[in-house]
């Protein structure tokens, strides 16, 4: 597609619900990122996919976070048994060449209550 | 580890006025540094970026120099408008890395 893709917009979940994260990146992006944006805080670096493949999952704040990516290109990432302080935005960007120039999606805003 | 601190916001600013935004890193190696800009309601988009010391990136009128004796990368514009209100981040990738280390945001607000 033209840009990043973020699904849904906005979700409202109540604590110990899971959620599903959905990211449709560029097309031809081999390279996907997933941030997170707690409310005026920073970006928070979570996990980088290279393809199909996980180089780095060491930004995942507990084994309640996972992510996947398929085909090279869709990725999910999935929170388990959400508490309140996963509320945050939920940012994936993509990219041709590595970290010189992410294209990012709107995000997920999460509200956990 | 590496980092990058910036200004805290916000930063209120008449039409026409000359802009600031301070942003300093630590890092090993030789880092890339970029400035990235989230209009309200949209994504973060790349602005501008310098991938070795004394380069200058430039966009939109914008502009930051990648000084390595300072460790710093501050953002610059002569003469904002009311359309460049938006959150402006600093960050940096370091060498031969794969991901990309925001700072905190510093939201701008121009004023007509």
């Known amino acids: 597609g033209a840009g990043v893709s973020q699904s849904p917009s906005n979700k409202v979940t109540e604590k110990g619900k899971d959620v599903e994260l959905r990211c449709d990146p560029i097309s031809g992006h081999t390279a996907l990122y997933w941030y997170r944006q707690r409310l005026g805080q920073g970006l928070e670096f979570l996990i980088y996919f290279q393809g199909n493949s996980a180089p780095d999952k060491s930004g995942l704040p507990s084994d309640r976070f996972s992510a996947e990516r398929t085909g090279e290109s869709v990725s999910t990432l999935t929170i388990q048994r959400t508490q309140q302080e996963d509320s945050a935005v939920y940012l994936c960007a993509s990219s041709l060449d590595g970290p010189y120039g992410y294209t990012f999606g709107s995000g997920t805003r999460l509200t956990v209550v | 580890g590496d980092s990058v601190t910036q200004m805290e916001g916000p930063v209120t600013l008449s039409e026409e006025a000359f802009l600031t935004i301070n942003c300093t890193y630590t890092?090993?190696?030789?880092?890339?540094l970029f400035w990235y800009v989230q209009y309200p309601g949209e994504g973060l988009q790349l602005l501008l970026k310098?991938?070795?010391?004394?380069d200058k990136g430039s966009n939109k009128g914008f502009e930051a120099t990648y000084r390595k004796e300072t460790t710093s990368f501050h953002l610059e514009k002569g003469s904002v408008q009311v359309s460049d209100s938006a959150v402006y981040f600093c960050?940096?990738?370091?060498?031969?890395?794969?991901?990309?280390?925001f700072g905190a945001g510093t939201r701008l607000f121009v004023k007509a």
């Open positions: 310098a991938t070795k010391a004394d």
């Open positions: 960050a940096l990738s370091s060498t031969g890395g794969f991901k990309t280390i």
């Open positions: 890092a090993t190696g030789y880092p890339s």
